[in-house]
């Protein structure tokens, strides 16, 4: 996002970045760029966004150290009923699931942004998978890694827990959520709740 932005002429390091667009739906950071541009950027920045991220995942993007055995554990003790409820599009879901193994652990139960009509923090996509999968809001543990998943968990009165491998876990902490820094450890996590 970063070099993109900056063959437009907007400069924003990794950090700045990070705050400002992760966890958001394309559509809320355009709003968000249009705003620090002070006009509309070119028709074609999410084609180029799209292509440039796509092609760094083809080389660089690996699942997280422990989410497998997480996972396994997770569906075969605690709960078979998980999902995938993203602020990317279907095929970036699609695509960041296939190049890391993870696909066949949530298809079917793949929920998008674009599947509903406000993005995070809006509270709207968790609830929407939690509908189509039949469970209940009050037992239902999401888990994050953006401020506004989190700020979204919370309004909709579900627990939440915010992956935090750098140790920023300060802000997660006061927006509501339960942090921990390693991936393996999210099935204790789970049971201590």
């Known amino acids: 996002m970063t070099e993109v932005l900056e063959d437009i002429g907007l400069r924003l390091t990794y950090d700045q970045a990070i705050n400002l667009f992760l966890g958001r739906s394309w559509s809320d950071n355009l709003i968000e760029i249009k705003k620090m541009l002070g006009f509309n950027p070119p028709v074609d920045l999410y084609d180029k966004y799209k292509r440039r991220m796509f092609d760094a995942f083809e ?4 699942p997280v150290n422990g989410v497998k055995e997480a996972l396994d554990i997770i569906i075969d003790e605690i709960c078979q009923n998980v999902c995938v409820a993203s602020s990317g599009s ?3 879901i699609a695509k960041t699931l296939s190049l890391t193994g993870l696909y066949s652990t949530f298809e079917g139960r793949i929920f998008s942004v ?5 993005g995070k923090p809006a ?3 968790f609830l929407k998978a939690c509908c189509e999968l039949g469970s209940e809001v009050s037992t239902t543990v999401v888990v994050e890694d953006a401020l506004s998943g989190v700020e979204a ?3 909709a009165r579900m627990k939440v827990l915010a992956y935090t491998p750098n140790g920023n876990s300060i802000l997660f902490r006061e927006s509501g959520a339960t942090t921990f820094t390693t991936m393996i450890d999210l099935p204790n996590v789970i049971r201590s709740l």
């Open 90 to 92: 279907h095929q970036k």
């Open 153 to 155: 968990a919370v309004t």
């Open 123 to 125: 509270p709207d996509l």
């Open 114 to 118: 674009t599947d509903v009509q406000h």
């Open 59 to 62: 080389e660089d993007l690996f």
